[in-house]
């Protein structure tokens, strides 16, 4: 015997919702279907069976139309002038809880409490005179401002840091100011210079310009040479002979 | 000589090339052998890098590591001590000879060397010295 497709899709527990998604079919056109304002298609009607493991025959392909729904009883009318009807009181204010008790100091700020009066010789007694209570009563936030109390009253007392003198070594490995100027003094004074390069060869005459990586003399016939750095090893004042070397 | 200062005597005399150019060609990281050449401080660390240099410029790699022992600021405190205390410092140059003096002054590329007798001052670059005393204590 077929049944309407809402009490098949009711017996087997799905929704509309459900159904529409497993079968593919749009929820608008599933619910023309169960209200009986359509007929439905054969195809239609495969994919519904199919959905809800029926078979085709078990679905009335048009549902029977739905009983209207109950209506609400008519509001009655309110006559002119009359009071409106009292709402129903709302409930009495709760009394306010009183606030949590709070919480005791930990062992911990305890324990870092006395270990700071130690410093002033106040063992737990006098700590407690001072406090007010005995230690086991102080709350964690009375707890912590008595340990900041000491915390300051150390630093107060610690004698204040001496400024050390740290002075740092000159060390010129950063610039080149001292070769520089031995040589513009030399360039001033027109003095001969002897060069020693790494080849071996030596040259001689007066510095005539440099820079940090080439010195340029003028060799006594006029010549003038550009030595690099790199390849010098050592100069001196023209005439003097390497004395101190082994 | 420092790792530095070898390496710079090194690409003088190997056609001066640009730096950018022999990273590329030994295949180190761009920058390497700028930083290696411009520290004062030891530098060279990774025996890999100093072996790939060192055959790029043909040379033993106990060479290279010979020279990173003796790294600037280890002469420089040679040369401020010996200074500051006038004493004699002695030097081994790379050209096989010795110099014996006391140190009048110093800087980043040379130091000027008393070699006494009446000599004139002597300015020895610093690229020059080999060994000295302290060198090799760390």
């Keep these: 015997m077929p049944e309407d497709l809402r009490k098949v899709r009711n017996r087997k527990g799905m929704s509309v919702n459900q159904l529409a998604s497993k079968s593919g079919i749009s929820i608008a056109t599933l619910i023309q279907y169960e209200k009986g304002e359509q ?19 078990d679905i009335n392909p048009r549902s029977s139309p739905l009983p209207p729904p109950p209506s609400r009883p008519p509001r009655e009318e309110r006559p002119a002038g009359a009071p409106r009807p009292s709402r129903p009181q709302k409930k009495p204010p709760q009394e306010k809880k009183p606030p949590p008790k709070p919480p005791p100091a930990r062992d911990t700020q305890i324990a870092h409490l006395l ?14 005179a001072e406090v007010g209570k005995p230690l086991g009563e102080l709350t964690r936030k009375e707890a912590r401002f008595w340990n900041g109390h ?3 009253r150390i630093a107060e007392e610690r004698p204040p840091k001496q400024a050390i003198d740290r002075r740092r070594a000159y060390l010129p490995e950063g610039v080149d100011g001292f070769e520089l100027a031995y040589l513009q003094e030399q360039q001033e004074a027109g ?4 060069f020693t390069l790494f080849d071996g060869r030596t040259f001689e005459g007066a510095v005539v310009g440099f820079s940090p990586y080439q010195i340029t003399i003028r060799e006594a ?20 002979v390497a004395g101190g070397v082994e | 000589m420092s790792l530095g200062d070898e390496l710079r005597y090194l690409r003088a005399f190997h056609d001066n090339g640009n730096l950018q150019q022999i990273e590329g060609e030994i295949g180190l990281k761009p920058g390497t052998l700028l930083c290696m050449e411009q520290r004062y401080r030891r530098v060279g660390e990774d025996d890999e890098v100093l072996a790939k240099i060192a055959a790029y410029y043909d040379v033993p790699l106990e060479t290279l ?5 003796r790294y600037r600021k280890a002469l420089s405190a040679y040369l401020h001590q010996a200074m500051e205390s006038e004493t004699t410092a002695r030097f081994e140059l790379r050209t096989g000879e010795s110099l014996v003096g006391k140190v009048r002054w110093w800087d980043l590329g040379a130091f000027g060397l ?12 610093r690229h020059a010295v080999l060994d000295w005393p302290t060198a090799n204590v760390r």
């Design chain 1, 39 to 57: 007929r439905i298609s054969p195809v239609d009607l495969r994919r519904l069976a199919k959905a809800l493991y029926v078979n085709e025959w």
């Design chain 1, 115 to 128: 270990t700071l009066v130690a410093h002033f010789g106040i063992d737990q007694a006098a700590l407690e």
């Design chain 1, 150 to 152: 000491f915390m300051r």
């Design chain 1, 191 to 194: 003095a001969a210079l002897h």
């Design chain 1, 221 to 240: 016939g006029g010549d003038e040479i550009t030595l690099n750095k790199l390849a010098i090893v050592y100069y001196r004042k023209a005439g003097g």
């Design chain 2, 65 to 69: 590591q010979y020279h990173r022992e």
């Design chain 2, 114 to 125: 008393e070699l006494g007798g009446g000599e004139p001052l002597t300015v020895v670059q």
